[in-house]
């Protein structure tokens, strides 16, 4: 079951909701300490959002982002390696 978004709404599958945000960024901070090996000094955060993301977020602490074209791209690139 997918969990409610913070806005109380519930993320369906091929639906865009709202820009990755502050907020979601302070979220995804709090649980990647319960990632088994996350180390805060060693271990990156990454962004992956369908609906892109707020300005100023990237900035405030996350390693990297990508849109879903991002990840489409990194796969077919993958398919065309020798």
Do not use: C, N, T, Y
Request: charged share 25%.
């Amino acid at each position: 079951m997918r969990r409610p978004r913070a806005d109380g709404g519930v993320p369906r599958a091929g639906l865009a909701g709202p820009p990755f945000d502050r907020h979601d960024l302070a979220e995804l901070q709090r649980s990647a300490a319960q990632v088994p090996g996350f180390d805060p000094d060693r271990s990156g955060l990454a962004i992956v959002s369908l609906s892109g993301v707020a300005a100023g977020v990237e900035a405030d602490g996350a390693d990297l982002v990508w849109s879903a074209d991002d990840v489409v791209g990194a796969w077919r690139a993958d398919l065309v390696k020798p």
